[in-house]
């Protein structure tokens, strides 16, 4: 059973950089796609972004692209998001994920998700 623990998340102001870390709890972890998910108070989750198991494969959310990147090291079992020119409405909690089973845009499709860390950007 692979679990991950979310950290990095904070108060900062709009224009600030932050940067996620995910780290798993096995080596398995190196062969399993994995994603950024948030969920902005009173919303949905929704997909940040994704990266594939050799980090080859890189997708993200039209409202991040360009601002965020996610990045891996399998050495360290450990995912990022860096997180630049934050707007508030980047304020969420922010999940990761590993192994999806069907659709990567689909929260339910993984198997394995943090407990998620606060991120919160003022105006």
């Known amino acids: 059973q692979v679990q991950l623990a979310e950290s990095g998340g904070g108060l900062v102001q709009a224009g600030d950089s932050l940067r996620l870390s995910c780290v798993a709890s096995?080596?398995?972890?190196?062969?399993?796609?994995l994603g950024w998910f948030r969920q902005p108070p009173g919303k949905e989750r929704e997909f940040v972004a994704v990266?594939?198991?050799?980090?080859?494969?890189?997708y993200y959310a039209d409202s991040v692209k360009g601002r965020f990147t996610i990045s891996r090291d399998n050495a360290k079992s450990t995912m990022y998001l860096q997180m630049n020119s934050l707007k508030p409405e980047d304020t969420a909690v922010y999940y990761c994920?590993?192994?999806?089973?069907?659709?990567?845009?689909?929260?339910?499709?993984?198997?394995?998700w943090g407990q998620g860390t606060q991120v919160t950007v003022s105006s």
């Open positions: 994920v590993a192994d999806p089973d069907g659709s990567w845009r689909d929260f339910d499709s993984y198997h394995y």
């Open positions: 096995e080596r398995t972890f190196t062969s399993y796609p």
């Open positions: 990266i594939s198991w050799s980090g080859g494969s890189i």
